[in-house]
């Protein structure tokens, strides 16, 4: 029996890691950790989870405690995932995996030397439409893909306390939002990407409620990235990857969330066919692949040096866009 | 001001009203109560809701709560939607309304004699992608509409506690997902529908895990209506609607939670024309219904007649499988 620890009472844990457990034998939600006990417990007895801790430190000492999720805002993620490795726990966190690349190699460098799992939550990762579509730009069956258009953007209103609106915490659309179609991007097409163009609005300093990128991948395509967070969008989500070959175009929509309808259109020879891959939610598929991994059945899929390399790519677009990485932002 | 109580620290109520509320200025979420005080109060320091109560009598009876959001089982949702009501609120109730018709008859009953709102929430009614649908079959574009295909099942295991797999408390697949189609197809085509045949699977007594419906609507249209619930579906959400004219054809995907991705798909003359609808989530447009409503400015368009027509029609539907109303299952 795994025994999962969460760091932090935050409300995505019941998607992203209680529900999934819940649906497995091999794992327990042992404890939850939060900035004070109230609010642990509070939220241990909402989910039926043994022990409450109010402090992070209570948790990650435990010694029946296999993995760590931390769920905690983006600025606490370098500093609880270190202690949490060297205290020998594996760590499941979520994305942005870090304030930026500088913080993102010390996690790596723990993990490193703790000989512990350090697995970055980007949960569309493990799903099987992103095996598809990662085996049909591999494959060769688009050809030579030369154009890109990718999009995440969700209708958010600013509520109070939103982590999301707050830059010294890690918020902004391209750390919230932007990190997925820019992890789809270079999990397809590797490599450091060069950035041509970038821009972001800003509706208070440093907060990108929106932004654009354009990006040339080396012997790779041009793609085209966008996000958005606002009130004012047209559609309430959009989660998009268009790619454009010279032998065929593959259109997906909802590439983040699959499991709540997405659909695949290919088009070759000026025919489309529409499809949709079966699976189980991504965090189904997020959690089933940290279990292979801790068993060592497989390889992790995100992390690491993926994690590092994602960083420093946001870091280049906030500089690019005359914005500061979040690191810098106070 | 509107100041709305919650009913039971239930899960759905985060993404149902907590979320919705949180993005007006005329609503607040005053209160929550739950069936101790410790679980009320947990959930109060979750979500930064003022009062908490341990039992549901003292959060109907605070005469500064103006509407009540009733997310407890369905086995109590009239015993305590009929107290609410009593005692001056208006009461958005959620779906399934009751166990059966003849409790669906009293919640109404007390609604009329209170003067208050008694509102079903069937939150797909109220976003623009189902008045699209409505529109189209209105309009007379499909031509006449003969056969209808519709269909709501989830990959879903059994888990502890799960009321969706507790029949004395109001489970069952019909219940809690079949409930969707069958509200679709008599807010298009209303009147009673004759059940020509009905047939259940149930892995434990009159507990089904999938449904199976073939209604003939009044002057209107064959219809099949599918549910399921189970770990071994080949897709792991599918709310699907197909409606087929002499005219035309319309598929809709995802017509329970649009906002999550959805896909019309009008054929005409042979060609097919493929589109989505702007919107919310179909819970922000449930609450400015509901909101709307209580200010006077437009009618309920869930609750009362439409209720009481609805759980008789699950009803029959059980009978006619060689089941028992929820209302008998002890």
């Known amino acids: 029996m795994i025994r999962i620890g969460l760091l932090g009472a935050a409300r995505i844990a019941d998607q992203a ?18 900035s004070n006990l109230e609010k642990a417990q509070a939220f241990a007895q909402q989910f039926g989870i043994e022990h409450a801790f109010g402090s992070y430190d209570e948790l990650i000492a435990r010694d029946d405690i296999d993995l760590i999720y931390n769920a905690l805002p983006p600025s606490l993620h370098a500093k609880w995932s270190i202690r949490a490795l060297l205290h020998g726990k594996h760590v499941l966190c979520e994305k942005p995996f870090a304030m930026d690349a500088e913080e993102a190699k010390a996690m790596v460098a723990a993990a490193d030397a703790s000989g512990r799992l350090l697995i970055e939550a980007y949960h569309y990762r493990f799903h099987p439409v992103f ?6 730009v591999k494959s060769g069956e688009l050809g030579t893909i030369h154009t890109v258009r990718s999009n995440f953007s969700v209708r958010i209103a600013e509520t109070p306390g939103s982590l999301r609106h707050n830059a010294p915490l890690g918020g902004g659309a391209l750390m919230d ?7 789809w991007l270079r999990t397809l097409f590797g490599g450091t990407p060069e950035i041509l163009w ?9 907060l990108d409620s929106s932004f654009e990128l354009r990006l040339q991948f080396p012997n790779g395509p041009l793609c085209y990235v966008g996000c958005a967070m606002s009130e004012h969008l047209s559609r309430h989500h959009d989660a998009s990857l268009y790619l454009e070959g010279d032998k065929g175009q593959l259109e997906v929509l909802n590439l983040v969330a699959p499991h709540q309808g997405h659909k695949l259109c290919l088009t070759k020879n000026g025919e489309a066919h529409e499809y949709q891959i079966n699976g189980d939610t991504t965090y189904d598929h997020q959690l089933a692949h940290v279990i292979a991994c801790i068993k060592g059945e497989t ?9 590092i390399d994602q960083m420093q790519l946001i870091d280049d677009a906030y500089k690019a866009a005359g914005l500061l990485p979040r690191g810098l932002c106070k």
């Open 17 to 34: 890691i209680i529900q999934p457990a819940a649906l497995r034998n091999d794992v327990v939600i042992a404890a939850v950790a939060a």
């Open 131 to 136: 095996a598809e579509v990662e085996r049909l």
């Open 177 to 183: 939002l932007g990190c997925y179609p820019l992890h």
């Open 198 to 206: 970038a821009d972001a609005i800003c509706p208070k300093p440093q």
């Open 299 to 307: 390889k992790p899929l995100t992390g690491g040096q993926d994690a």
